[in-house]
């Protein structure tokens, strides 16, 4: 039996198994774009086996029939192009395995990712917000210090999570955050982050100090949960912050945590912050991803002066004073 037929007779699940090992092992890859992956491969399977189709045997029509199929179900563009990538990337590693002798998604050309610019909030929307996570009876002090932590650092929602506790001691002025990839960097912390975070290690170490008391074992998170991973999970982080939105009555479609590091680029930007700076402190890999925010402040700032300066108003406007 050669390689290639082998290759054929295994699951399909076991391909993308032994893809995303090869991920986790030479690139390092996210957990989280490692779920990505597998559930997009997942969904191409599952659009091939009814049609007696296996990653060994699909064509170029095929991998376009699919993408078609998505097209058709209403999936946006930048998921379309993420699902043609995580295939692309199969095939890839498939080749390079002996597994295919081609790739049969190499010259299919993606949709494109959207080019909508990022939503973000006002400084009042952030201020409500976050006085609305403060106003919380009995998770109050915890709230804030994630809230606050996020809109002074532009930390990722899962970055934010995952925080040991440990590199939140000792009032630093800075946090060391580990990114995508695995890669770390340094954040700076403003006064009430600091100030929320000195609170929230009071309460926490507390609770921490009371469980152990009676044989729980401590946690290393400075986020602490009942969850399987030990640490409040980026779901729930999401209820919660459209809680906050309908208390601070804040429109909740909205307000995500992304959105709050928008927000921090945003504000940042607008108030002379250097692009590369923030670029260091969102973990972009390329400043080009950054720049977008550049198009959001210009774009505020073009409706400010359309809004206010008086060559904006209208003739009729002119006449009457």
């Known amino acids: 039996m050669s390689y290639l037929t082998d290759a054929a ?65 209403g999936l946006s563009r930048s998921t379309r192009a993420r699902r043609l990538s995580a295939i692309r990337q199969l095939y890839r590693f498939a080749f390079e395995e002996g597994w295919r002798d081609d790739n049969p998604a190499i010259r299919i050309k993606g949709p494109g990712k959207s080019k909508s610019l990022p939503k973000t909030l006002s400084h009042d929307e952030v201020d409500r917000l976050l006085a609305a996570a403060a106003g919380h009876k009995r998770e109050g002090v915890r709230n804030a210090c994630l809230m606050q932590l996020l809109y002074a650092t532009g930390m990722r929602v899962t970055e934010l999570v995952t925080l040991p506790a440990a590199a939140a001691r000792g009032d630093p002025a800075m946090l060391l955050v580990r990114g995508k990839g695995g890669k770390e960097r340094l954040v700076p912390l403003s006064p009430p982050a600091k100030a929320a975070v000195a609170s ?10 009371a469980g152990k008391a009676k044989g729980k074992p401590v946690s290393k998170f400075l986020f602490p949960s009942r969850s399987k991973a030990g640490h409040l999970t980026r779901h729930r982080f999401f209820g919660m912050i459209k809680e906050f939105a309908v208390t601070a009555g804040v429109p909740h479609d909205k307000v995500t945590p992304h959105t709050l590091r ?12 250097d692009l590369r700076a923030i ?30 300066h008086p060559l904006s108003r209208g003739k009729d406007e002119e006449d009457a004073t």
């Open 9 to 73: 007779n295994r699951p399909m699940m076991n391909w993308v198994q032994a893809f995303l090992e090869a991920q986790a092992a030479e690139l390092d890859a996210a957990t989280n774009t490692q779920l990505a992956y597998a559930n997009d491969l997942r969904d191409f399977a599952g659009w091939l086996e009814p049609k007696n189709l296996h990653f060994a045997t699909a064509m170029q029509d095929h991998v376009e029939g699919y993408l078609i199929a998505c097209d058709a179900q």
């Open 200 to 209: 929230w290690l009071e309460v926490r170490d507390a609770a921490e100090d």
């Open 279 to 308: 670029q260091t402190m969102l973990g972009h890999a390329d400043v080009a991803t950054t720049e977008i925010y550049t198009h959001v402040v210009d774009e505020r700032l073009t409706a400010l002066v359309q809004e206010h």
């Open 262 to 273: 928008h927000a921090f680029a945003t504000h940042l930007l607008a108030g002379g912050a």
